[in-house]
């Protein structure tokens, strides 16, 4: 459907390609489009379309990205789980917890999506974030910084830098582990604490 739709509204001065990778999923109108779809189908279908569109997330990153990604999966649905009140687990209390993202999840997705668009803007291949806007002759025109500010995928600028923090940013993200480095980080045992106390010194 990308390729169909590149082919179908690209400028005289796009890029001779078959528009199927970072193209009609990598616009802000995609965006808008997936997230308001989203928050139509939770808003009135429920917990149940809360769990379809969390389990179509998850074999989207798993055809992406593999089996890695159960990890942070398997992670937040267990943190998820513990919130969770009574034993019943997968019961109405699950769906009810559910209930409670029906409609959110939907300006998630679509911030999610943005979020993503403009982190492709930075590498050296650009986003086409503003389509169908056309620029410069193109109709998919790559929304890029200057040369100094991008960076190439898979390289070591993404390796080293982007992929840790994005991992620290998951970890943190989960429920109860920033309260807990927060307590943990002014405690009057922890490292930070005593390193400021011995400067004040």
């Not at 989960?174 to 009057?188: D, N, Q």
Request: net charge negative; hydrophobic share 50%.
């Amino acid at each position: 459907m990308s390729g169909a739709l590149y082919r179908a509204t690209k400028g005289p001065r796009d890029e001779q390609c078959d528009g199927t990778h970072r193209h009609a999923t990598h616009t802000v109108l995609f965006a808008l489009v997936i997230g308001a779809v989203c928050w139509a189908t939770t808003t009135a279908w429920g917990g149940w379309a809360v769990l379809g569109w969390l389990a179509f997330g998850l074999l989207l990153a798993y055809d992406r990205l593999g089996a890695l990604m159960l990890v942070p999966f398997g992670i937040a649905a267990a943190s998820w789980w513990t919130q969770i009140d009574g034993p019943a687990g997968l019961g109405p209390a699950a769906l009810t917890a559910l209930e409670e993202s029906a409609g959110w999840l939907g300006i998630a997705v679509a911030a999610g999506a943005i979020t993503h668009c403009l982190g492709d803007a930075l590498t050296e291949s650009g986003c086409p974030f503003l389509f169908p806007l056309p620029i410069a002759g193109e109709t998919w025109y790559e929304l890029r910084p200057p040369s100094l500010l991008r960076f190439h995928t898979g390289k070591k600028v993404e390796n080293w830098l982007v992929f840790p923090l994005v991992v620290l940013g998951c970890v943190a993200a989960i429920p109860g582990v920033w309260p807990y480095l927060v307590e943990a980080f002014h405690s009057p045992g922890s490292v930070a604490t005593a390193s400021f106390s011995l400067e004040t010194r």
